[in-house]
């Protein structure tokens, strides 16, 4: 079966850095995706990995390793308005987005 | 404004009811999904329309029908509603490629649906 697993809350403080970690199961494999979403909003995209290693985007990365089926989203210089939900998504072999359940990002000040 | 719009935003409906959500999207964004969102949960993939025809659907009933119209628009229609249809439901269509080549998937911001 196909199955994405990441954790369902983390807390981290404000400056900090937090890493949100995501295994996955897809039937082929193209791609993985992560996107954010605040409470009552659509999920908006932050990333995509295909290639092994990490991109870099602003005060974001993404990680991917595809021989142990391995995503982490890195956010640093954490901002209150970072408390979002963190999706991570792989794109299977028909192209179609498989979702974890989203992991719950809290910011303290 | 991510360039896809949905409507109503929010609605309420009784259990047996029929509902239809729609959605409009950019111009040449031919490929539409549908999307339904539990609370804390990730999008449980509905039914996704090419040109006009279903090309691809998740583990949904029938009673959850769809239609893409010419002008790139699109309906999702819930018949018999039960009281666990009661989520957000969420239209994406695939935006110009990322920088990394990808086709993004670009949602709009959803049309949340309570069934009492």
């Known amino acids: 079966g196909q199955n994405i697993d990441q954790p369902t809350e983390m807390t981290a403080t404000e400056g900090a850095i937090v890493q949100i970690n995501c295994t996955y199961q897809t039937s082929g494999f193209n791609g993985l995706f992560w996107y954010q979403q605040h409470a009552g909003e659509a999920p908006t995209f932050l990333s995509y990995n295909v290639l092994d290693g990490l991109e870099e985007k602003g005060r974001f990365s993404s990680f991917l390793s595809r ?11 954490l901002q209150m308005k970072d408390s979002a939900s963190y999706l991570c998504a792989g794109l299977d072999s028909n192209y179609q987005l498989i979702w974890g359940a989203g992991t719950k990002l809290i910011i303290k000040p | 404004e991510t360039g896809v719009t949905q409507s109503p935003t929010h609605l309420i409906k ?23 969102q ?24 029938p009673r959850f029908s769809g239609l893409q ?48």
């Open chain 2, 69 to 116: 119209f010419p002008n790139y628009s699109s309906e999702l229609n819930v018949n018999a509603l039960e009281l666990d249809d009661s989520a957000l439901y969420l239209c994406a269509s695939y935006s110009a490629a990322s920088s990394s080549g990808a086709n993004v998937l670009t949602f709009g911001a959803g049309s949340r649906l309570t069934v009492l």
């Open chain 2, 14 to 36: 009784t259990r047996g009811q029929q509902v239809t959500l729609r959605c409009s999207s950019q111009s040449g964004h031919n490929t539409v999904s549908w999307y339904q």
């Open chain 2, 38 to 61: 539990a609370l804390g949960q990730g999008p449980q993939f509905i039914f996704q329309y090419y040109r006009e025809e279903e090309n691809g659907r998740g583990n949904f009933p």
């Open chain 1, 67 to 77: 021989s142990k089926g391995y995503s982490y989203l890195l956010l640093k210089e």
